[in-house]
């Protein structure tokens, strides 16, 4: 726990200046300085705190923010790129999911156990990784006493490349045993012994079954059935005939599994969303509104009030262990089309106190889109259609043309920003794809007539563009 801490105050990661943030941003998402900038000077602070007294480190509270715009100009990928960009625990959840206390459905609540339960799943993985050599190491030893039990002075191997035949009495002057396991070993490592069986016992995962009856979902009852009935029962294990092949992954994942520390790993996990966790909650203007509720249905501003501590900063019990929300940072967006965030009731506005408009996309932007970040659209396709030998290229018209289609539909129908390029792209290379493992030209070029050709008639109909694009 204490490196844990130590890492969270020192490591480079959380160390990055407000300018490097936006630039890696930069290399993903084009446009939205203002939320850049925003997300940036957010996450400085709170590196910020962390170098401060404990007493005083306790008194700051991260500034969360609202993000406002359309769908498709970028919000969540800014958040998620955010999370990647310093390893934080991340979790995006829609605020529409959620209900009041005393309804079926989800509970505020869910949005730190859900984060917990993603940080643990990740931290033991990530143990597991750092163990694997050790648990290699143990299951090769495990295979070798199944070939050769050491307690036993009888064994039978039989090889087709090499000879190793042990059987009866082992004298000092034939064979020791020693020797025969050497020499198994390196078979084993030469896999030359990969397609023989051995009977292996192993863990039989498969649960008893169990009926709940409750009005919520198991996941809010804040406890593991699971671990719970494990306690109880025996652990089942059956015997089964496997490769050796097999039975090496197998046996090195058990091991890798017992070597990690879980107590430890589920401590650090609640540490880590303590004070470096990020929640996404996406729209949430979808839980404002101005009515007053009376009777029997779920009430939006009972929603936002049940929310409130939650980002304000509570105590949330889950099966890891308690979960303190005050450092946790929280960013919620919405298109905020037929309200505004001042509809909020106030106490949620006051814990959401920057607030960022993000803009909408135009065709310079979408060029941009198409063409500049490490993981573009046009470097996707390129990529996709490399695999079946096929290099197409985009002209500079080409993506012009297809940009000012995006423009155009998302001005005639929905604006879906930038998802747009994603619809337009799939049937503009709709043949080419299907046909790609068949097509022996294997240089296309994709220009501003290809797109025309493709894609005119669609947009000219504005009907079959909603269905289409």
Known sequence: ???LK????????????????????DKYIIGQNDAKKSVAIALRNRWRRQQLDKDLQEEIAPKNIIL?????????????RLANLTDSPFYKVEASKFTEVGYVGRDVESMIRDIVELTVNKLRVRQQD???????????????????PPSSKTGAVISNDIDIITTGQEHEDNQPKASTRGKLRKMLRAGKLDAREIDLEVQDKSSPMVEIFSNTGIEEMGINVRDMLGNLMPKNTKRRKVKIKDAIKLVTQEEAAHLVDMEQVKADAVTMVEQSGIIFIDEIDKIVGKEKSYGPEVSKEGVQRDLLPIVEGSSVPTKHGIVETDHILFIASGAFHMSKPSDLIPELQGRFPIRVELSSLGANEFVRILTEPKNALVLQYIALLRTEGIEIEFTKGAVDKISAIAVEVNASTENI???R????????????????????????????SFVEKQLMDIVENEDLARYIL
């Not at 990055?16 to 936006?22: E, F, R, S």
């Not at 694997?132 to 190491?137: I, P, S």
């Not at 390029?421 to 043949?431: F, M, P, R, S």
């Open 1 to 3: 726990m204490k490196d």
């Open 6 to 25: 130590h890492n969270l105050k020192h490591n480079l990661k959380h160390n990055l200046k407000p300018g490097q943030i936006v630039e890696e941003l």
């Open 68 to 80: 406002i715009g359309p769908t498709g100009v970028g919000k969540t990928e800014i958040a998620r």
């Open 130 to 148: 750092e163990v694997q050599e050790k648990a290699a190491r143990i299951a090769e030893e495990r295979i070798l006493d199944i070939l050769l």
């Open 417 to 419: 920003g930038a998802r």
């Open 421 to 448: 390029l994603h619809t337009i792209l799939e049937k503009l290379l709709e043949d080419i794809l299907f046909k790609a493992p068949d097509i022996e030209e294997k240089k296309i070029v994709i220009d501003a």
